[in-house]
């Protein structure tokens, strides 16, 4: 049994910033890539930023330069730092994570999702 637990959404105005936060927890014994992901009201869920265990990132266009991404391997939890947030990024955010178990398996795990609403 694995759990990824999110925190850190709210309500904020456009320009302002907002961290995430997600801790990888159960019966794993390492984190591969980790990512968020975020799907708006009659969107399609995207892609928004990946870390892979190497500390290797990738953004969207549309949140690089604006977001930052990294993770504490020590704490099994990853982070989303978002500055100069635009209405457009009012999304539910969701964690994933590609766990390894033992004996050796891959197991994509998905937080439960946290609601992040960019409104003056």
């Known amino acids: 049994q694995v759990q990824l637990v999110e925190s850190g959404g709210g309500l904020v105005q456009p320009g302002g910033s907002l961290r995430l936060s997600c801790a990888a927890s159960g019966s794993f014994v390492g984190i591969n890539a980790m990512g968020w992901y975020r799907q708006a009201p009659g969107k399609e869920r995207e892609l928004v930023a990946v870390?892979?265990?190497?500390?290797?990132?990738n953004y969207a266009d549309s949140v690089k330069d604006r977001f930052t991404i990294y993770r504490d391997n020590a704490k099994n939890t990853v982070y989303l730092e978002m500055n100069s947030l635009k209405p457009e990024d009012t999304a539910v955010y969701y964690c994933?994570?590609?766990?390894?178990?033992?004996?050796?398996?891959?197991?994509?795990?998905w937080g439960q999702g946290t609601l992040v609403t960019v409104s003056s």
């Open positions: 994933n994570a590609i766990l390894i178990t033992a004996p050796i398996n891959y197991l994509e795990s």
């Open positions: 870390i892979s265990s190497g500390g290797s990132t």
